[in-house]
């Protein structure tokens, strides 16, 4: 079997992500490369990391030209792709990096991102409780936000009995994070050297989308004090997530290691090892580790993931080799590029 | 008035930096530059950016090499300092740059550390409450940890009132804040591009510091979570701390803006300018910013500083400058060197 | 004496290095703060290290708005400085940053930037050969490329003899040497972690500047091979320079440290040092080391210099210092901030 | 067919970099990982990335451990392989990382490394003239230096009559081509935010391989102008070679093209485009672009590498395959992990 792709959005770094993977998947054919305003500039302008893809040039995001295709993807920013989704068939699969499509309560859209919501589709984090089935059928797919990824998978397990509903999140993130804008803070000579938070008191969009994931694996509310931290890497996020302890007996680490023992890409290290986002780099792996801070009473987790592979075209290629009854991992590794 | 100093230390990076900022300092004469396994070196080795001192050669760690000055600054590993204080006279002033003196709670310090208690000196950090008076006529001075500076001084206002008495503390930091140690994973290859937890599960000995202050500032005990994080810059610790607000209908950013009016080097923000590392490189400033998230009620305040001024070297000399009568901020700076 | 200047561009990283500088002055005040599309912001938004300035308004770059200062500095893309000194007094010192007026050939103006050339000024790179004195008078300064500062101080010793008239340089530099452009290249994200040449093939507008100064030294037309790289560090180049060495048995070290034993900035490192631009952060220092390779007979160049500093800023405010009769070092330091 | 390797110093970043390789190798079986003092230790404690080897211990490197695999890699010191190899059968293929068999002058030996000469294997560059037949029946190859690599592949179509015989590069590197030395100035404190020069003076030990490359291919002797500069990145080597042209009216891109045209891991890029390491992170790839300068009639050429991969580790493999009759790029990619 081979699957004829389409990128929305080739030109930036979640794009490039997606093609980088893509080229590496053994059953993938990469047809049409859109773009907005670099549509019919070279794609090596923007990607010059993926020689084999040189003579390319990118045309217009038009749902014309993304048609015809066995699985689009799309890499846009949030409001462009119920549009264009409406207008591939059916039984296209539409797989969204963006955000417009993975909140499921319109109150929530409107309160973080305004205007009207979109509608939700089949949330991409097949390692969630009961995710993964929905996903096999789906031909509509919201792949989560790279901060929600990291956070959700860090304190599943636990958010369901384990600790008191309500969790703190410090995440740090490099640059690419951001996607390729062209703002001041985000110019080289600013992020080197130099460590920022920004989204500070709950206000960044990510919050309501790990909320969500945290409640429902909860069966109840679950309170996120979300803070993002952007520090001078390309790529990675780390992030130290805690909670209440609730009054157990439990072996927190054994709880850990159930929840994810069948996970093909997320890995609970072993005691005395903790996580990196160099060990994780390029790869589609999340590495955890756990603790209880004994005067607390508090577990406190620790997730490492790459915000562009496992936070977002590794998750979208995940989830299409889902779709398409592929194995779940083929094109996709655990591997690190590190140092 | 010039006053005749001397480092021990002074090939490291405390040392480096000390050195850097008494050479801008106007009474200040600096005398001998003590090394252990760099004795016999040149500094210039060691400190290649300190060229005035380019003809220095080190000298050996020793109560002898260090006798006869004004000013004895001590930056050796913890457990060194009491045995060197205790030959340098009453009247030369000694300011600790080392762990050993800071912990007020010998079983604190057994517990953290290990070994004896070699007994608590005035604490330098001149911001809390209280704490200047002592200072100024202090000839033994305890230099905080850079961590519990930042930490101590983003939440003292609160912890007195505003919150309830658990907080959680998450510090990313630059590199120099291990000192010049020899181990793989400070590696720059291995640093940059990284992000790395350590020290997780309150197991960092900065804990028990943080926990004294604010305890002592609150009047009662304060659990402090703390989770120190490695990032790939130079220097610099950006900390995000929270705590869940108590029922009060105070104004925080008043609370802050009132708690370090007077103080030169603590700066509240104005609203909507967060504070980033980059702003405080090289200089002796905190900078801070305070929010509150409403869906959880709970505050959260971020402030940056530079690991070896500040968080070191600068509280080092600003204590000097206490202890001596000098004005507080001489040779002191709060411009950063950004970007 | 206090001296009132003013300072148009300082939204951008020479006006804020200019302002860090300036705010150590002894003998400065700081007048009017002017800005092009940034005008009527705040001044800390763009300089958030600028905390003694925190109240301040950019006002917009007119000629009104610099009048009445004793100096005014521009740091403006090129092409704007003409005018906007044509309408300050004769009187007033006008340090331009900028390229506009540093190359002495309208042909070379016209061939490597375009249009009409504005006529050249003081070059305001005082440890060249005869610099020094006309300065001293000068009403209008043309403060040096950052590039040809170091490739000018590096070579200058040796052009005027010791070696043959046609050099290579390959220069490494930060990304703040680009300034605040937003351009894809620039951001973060992309620098870091990579390394990239531009410019290549004698196309940088910096290759003419670095020929006229070595020719004019030497006397004679001297052919340079230039070659700029981008690293992922916020300020410094590093500059390597070889060139063939003539017949000679003149110790080319004694040469060096002839050249510059009266320097206060510029420093022939002791044999066995080699430079580093960490080593210079920040300072108006500029390190060098010489070194000769016996299988070519070639002599090989090292230099570091802080872009922003002796390369711009720094240079400007040296420059002030000339012409106004104030001790050339007044305000300025040789010590690096590091590590 | 399925190869059983061994990797002997799997603790280091060559090591480490082979592994990450071989584990994307489907040709591979993974056999016994040694080291020396980490002997003992879990391979995850310095190969965090390599998760699917999570469960290995490193044995220690002696040719017993060594010894029934049909490919060995050599990641050592110099001064070790000869004796290693001489203890594992004619049959085995064995291939050194290390320095010990790339010179093929005792003398140069001799003179750059001290002590005697192991003698010299085929010489693992398969893009060099006539190398790729030797290697297809070598059970010894000798795994180039870095800096070798992507200087020799610079500059080897323009030796052989486009240029006189003497040239100059200029190559900046990450620092893990230092390996895992702690040493002070690798440390990630002075990497980042500063740049180096060292080796000056054609005293780097890869200019003698550099030199012996060159020469074979033009036929006669060529000097070699070669400085490394340390930047702030973990991988990549950017270098800058320039050489004067001779009298001719070849078009020195032709040249090139045709050079590479069915290699498939040198590209040179489409006009208009420079390379950088970014593009080239992780793969195998060599991005080549070149230029003359019309003032100098000098040819430039920039190329880029990935230190570690194509480096060292990339071309191993590479070599592996071409010696075992696989087709040369398996378990290959020329896709770089960008940004």
Redesign the interface.
Known sequence: MTVRIAVAGASG?AG?ELL?LL??HPDVEIGALTAGGNAGT?L?????????L?DRVLVETTAENLAGHDVVFLALPHGHSAEIAARLGDDTLVVDCGADHRLTDPGAWERWYGGTHAGSWPYGLPELPGRREVLRSARRIAVPGCYPTVSSLALAPAVGGLVEP?V?V?A?S???G?G?????N?????????????G???THRH?PEITQNLSEVAGGPV???F?P?L????????A?C?ATLRNTDEDVRAVYREAYADEPFV?L??EG???????????N?V?L?V??????N?L?V?A?VDNLAKGTAGAAVQCMNLALGLPETTGL???????
Chains 1, 2, 3, 4 share one sequence.
């Open positions: 770094y490039g980088r080229l590496g070279a090596l302008a923007h990607q010059p990391h993926l020689l084999p040189a309500e703190t410090v740090v490099g640059a690419s951001a390729r804008s062209l703002k001041p985000l110019l080289g000579a600013e992020v080197m050297g130099s460590l920022s938070a920004y500070v008191g709950g919050t309170k996120v004090s803070t931290v520090a001078p890497l390309p790529r990675g996020i780390l130290t805690s890995h290290l072993p090892h903790w996580p990196t986002t160099g060990a994780v780099l390029g790869s792996a590495q580790q603790t209880v801070d004994p005067d607390l508090r406190v620790v490492a590794s655990t591997v690190g590029v590190a140092p």
